[in-house]
């Protein structure tokens, strides 16, 4: 058993993972405002750069923003300055590669509800989470966007990092798990909170879970579980229809067949009738005090392993008292997807090499504020190499000198526009008699309730009402041609390489 970074010093918490092997980072974001959770990774070396990525266990690649996209948005973090790192290596276009761009490795993904990301790969060093964390690097496969549509561009995140397995591509958990010198199994768990939570790798944190139930899993581009049984307490019992299930932390809410879901909404609606709040909308109640005169609703799993779906899971808090469910249709997609609000208040373990999955309840950790980005070059055991003692490397020290003087160029620049604002917000005040204002920038996505609160439709069909969830093994399952009028339509994924 091991605590919590935020309970010990710097010292302590590498110690305490060198010894167990174990590696875990901060997950922020949330079901409303981001509807998304997401990790802070460090890539390229000397000084390692920032990205904020998607942590989706229904894909598998791992690809950002990078400098001199002309159609990406305005992230979290700047761009990675791919010329900043002195390990980033392009990929070369060569028989693993089944596309090429100016005689480089190039991939393109694309999202059933339109969006997608197309880009260049490229090998580089990477850890998981913030500097503070001392999480070694490893070098792994990732992507470099030059293009981004549609969710991708409003996000606020910079990118996506699939935890799910690959059989093509290394992903870079697969890569991690490699590394046995920092990591003793290929485990790992996510805990949500309602606001960021918990990644580990290598293991999981059984000071967050007295008890775990495990139950069998595929573990073959998805987390597929098999789901039996489907009940309210007090209300209906589901016994068929699920289809395929898998867990998809990428996918904000959890989908039903449209059928299940119908019976499964108005069954909460029936219990709660007149004591779980004021109704309002189709699937929203104004509860002012405690959720518990909500029903649970209980899963059974294959082994007759139950699990409770509390109402603090299954339903969020969209505005002040406004509660709504975190469940939806999957419209005629024969697929059950165990999305984010699933995981919330829940400790799940993928363990891949024995191909089970772990449920736990858990009082998840909480993170909502970001540390700065790194503020130092990697160490020799941040590359996960033996670190070399003695006097620094004539580069290291003219890289030191010339940031220094970099540094301090940059300050008197900062303080000459300083001074230059202050002289022009004068003469503005002194015109207009108040002073401008700016246009704050809203980014992230919008949640499916936005659209029913305002027409009440049983049937969303808007862009905003679709997450994204992967589809290649959606299409088989189904049969659907790739150019068919109604494939993809459901909350699934297609993972191309550039086509």
């Known amino acids: 058993m091991w605590d919590l970074e935020g309970f010990m010093t710097l010292r302590d918490a590498a110690q305490l993972k060198k010894d167990n092997g174990i590696q875990s980072a901060r997950l922020y974001g949330n079901v409303v405002s981001y509807q998304y959770y997401y990790i802070d990774i460090l890539v390229g070396t000397p000084l390692p750069q920032r990205a904020s990525v998607i942590a989706d266990t ?14 990406c948005g305005h992230h979290l973090d700047a761009n990675f300055d791919f010329s900043l790192s002195t390990s980033a290596q392009w990929m070369p276009c060569d028989k693993t590669c089944s596309t090429c761009r100016h005689n480089k490795c190039a991939y393109r993904q694309s999202y059933t509800e339109g969006s997608s990301i197309e880009g260049i790969r490229f090998t580089d060093y ?62 790992f768990s996510m805990c ?22 495990w139950i069998p899993m595929r573990p073959q581009q998805f987390y597929g579980i098999t789901l039996s049984k489907l009940a309210v307490e007090g209300g209906i019992e589901l016994g068929t229809g699920f289809g395929r299930t898998f867990v998809d932390s990428g996918t904000t809410y959890t989908y039903l067949p449209n059928s299940l879901y119908r019976q499964l909404r108005d069954s909460v609606k029936a219990v709660c009738e007149q004591k779980c709040g004021q109704p309002a909308g189709n699937t929203c109640w104004k509860v002012s005090g405690s959720l518990e005169a909500f029903p649970r609703i209980v899963f059974t799993f294959s082994k007759n392993t139950v699990m409770f779906w509390p109402a603090s899971s299954y339903l969020y808090r969209k505005t002040g008292d406004l509660h709504c469910l975190g469940f939806e249709s999957n419209g005629a997609v024969p697929e059950t997807v165990l999305g984010a609000t699933f995981m919330i208040n829940q400790m799940v373990v993928f363990d891949t090499q024995s191909s089970r999955l772990g449920l736990a309840h858990s009082q998840c950790p909480s993170f909502t504020q970001r540390p700065k980005p790194p503020q130092s070059v990697r ?15 004539v580069a290291e020290t003219l890289f030191a000198a010339f940031s220094l003087l970099f540094v301090m160029l940059g300050l008197c620049l900062v303080a000459r526009n300083l001074l230059r604002a202050y002289g022009l917000s004068r003469r503005d005040m002194e015109k207009s008699g108040s002073p401008r204002r700016v246009r704050a920038r809203k980014l992230g996505r919008s949640s499916p309730v936005d659209e029913e609160m305002q027409s009440l439709a049983a049937d969303d069909t808007s862009d905003d009402n679709v997450t994204r969830v992967p589809l290649e093994a959606w299409l088989s399952a189904t049969g659907a041609e790739s150019d068919s009028p109604t494939a993809g339509s459901g909350p699934c994924l297609s993972e191309q390489e550039g086509r």
């Open 58 to 71: 229904g894909s598998t690649i791992c690809a950002f923003t990078c400098t001199g996209c002309q159609s």
């Open 126 to 187: 990477v850890s998981l989470g913030d500097e503070f964390q001392q999480n070694p690097a490893v070098k792994v496969h990732m992507g470099c966007h030059t293009r981004e549509t549609r969710l991708f561009v409003t996000q606020k995140a910079n990118g996506i990092m699939g935890l799910a397995p690959s059989s093509s591509s290394p992903t870079i958990l697969q890569e991690i798990f490699k590394d046995r010198a920092h990591v003793n199994a290929a485990i």
């Open 379 to 393: 160490s020799g055991n941040g590359l996960n190499t033996p670190h070399q003692k003695g006097k620094p490397a």
């Open 192 to 213: 949500l909170a309602p606001e960021g939570g918990l990644l580990t790798v290598g293991g999981y944190n059984a000071s967050l879970a007295a008890h775990v139930d």
